[in-house]
């Protein structure tokens, strides 16, 4: 898939968590300017701020044309009957503006804490996502059917993730990756499933300082998330670029850092991969506060 006008979403969007510390008025004003500044979506994180479904609400009724994504609904937060017919609602409330992303699926069957707070056991991920799948796909339908039907993609990284996504969806999401992933997911996934990338981005000529907090940014994955770690282990990374801290080379595959050239690279680097749409997640000093100089810089990427 290579034209725009397949998937709608156009090559570029933005990625952000930091809707979840503005006020719903803050957040409807920034909507509007990132719609206004042409880019193709909004990508919208879940984590303990606004649940995904009301999120994406705020989000599109602030709008008049632009994709919202979830980026992604944690489907441990809620149930395939609750997801779905949310799903169906923003579907028709919003006609083809609405993508669901899926995931935060866990891969053992133990009790896990999440910031604290004990979440109930899952079993493996491929599995799991493919059961929350049929649940969701068995929900009888009991008012408006939307139409277009909205449209789903996967928090895939692993091989077999990334087939399910091909196969039970529209395609996957892809979070935390380097270029090299997008070649491999293209070729797991072949030619037709969207495949839509985030990547983080620092906007600073000061290549000091903007490698510090790309650095900050992947120890807190690599550290955390032990499906991130997973996934740059499979990509060749080792211990050497893991253990004590990430490496240069960890860091500079995963954070484009400099001035606008070096994201419009990156950005053409994932696109000439085989990437349909690539989604930026603009890093700051202050991850609550909302990025609008950058976005506004990185706007031209849009067009």
């Not at 990509?235 to 050239?261: C, Q, W």
Request: hydrophobic share 45%; net charge negative; with cysteine.
């Amino acid at each position: 898939m290579t034209d725009d006008a397949r998937h709608g979403l156009g090559r570029v969007g933005v990625w952000t968590m930091a809707f979840d510390g503005q006020p719903a008025g803050r957040v409807r004003e920034a909507a509007a300017e990132i719609e206004e500044l042409g880019y193709g979506a909004i990508w919208h994180g879940e984590a303990f701020g606004r649940d995904s479904v009301g999120q994406a609400w705020l989000l599109l009724s602030s709008t008049r044309r632009i994709t919202v994504a979830s980026g992604i609904a944690n489907i441990a937060f809620r149930d395939p009957i609750a997801m779905a017919t949310a799903e169906r609602t923003l579907g028709d409330a919003f006609p083809g503006r609405y993508l669901l992303g899926l995931g935060g699926h866990r891969v053992d069957d133990t009790v896990h804490k999440l910031d604290g707070y004990p979440m109930p056991a899952r079993g493996r991920a491929v599995a799991t996502m493919h059961a929350y799948l049929d649940s969701m796909d068995a929900v009888p339908h009991h008012g408006p059917v939307p139409d277009p039907a909205p449209r789903r993609v996967l928090a895939a990284l692993g091989p077999k993730m990334l087939a399910l996504s091909g196969e039970r969806t529209w395609g996957a999401h892809p979070y935390f990756v380097p270029v090299e992933h997008t070649v491999r997911a293209r070729q797991i996934m072949g030619p037709y499933a969207f495949l839509g990338v985030e990547q983080a981005v620092v906007l600073d000529t000061d290549l000091g300082r903007a490698r510090e907090l790309a650095r900050a940014h992947v120890g807190a994955y690599v550290t955390m998330a032990a499906h991130q770690e997973a996934n740059v282990r499979r990509l060749g990374f080792g211990d050497e670029d893991i253990t004590g801290g990430p490496s240069d080379r960890l860091v500079d595959a995963i954070v484009a850092y400099g001035d606008v050239e070096v994201v419009h690279e990156r950005v053409r680097q994932h696109l000439d991969a085989g990437a349909d749409h690539v989604c930026l997640q603009v890093l700051t000093a202050d991850p609550t506060a909302l990025p609008l100089p950058e976005w506004r810089e990185l706007a031209a990427l849009a067009h």
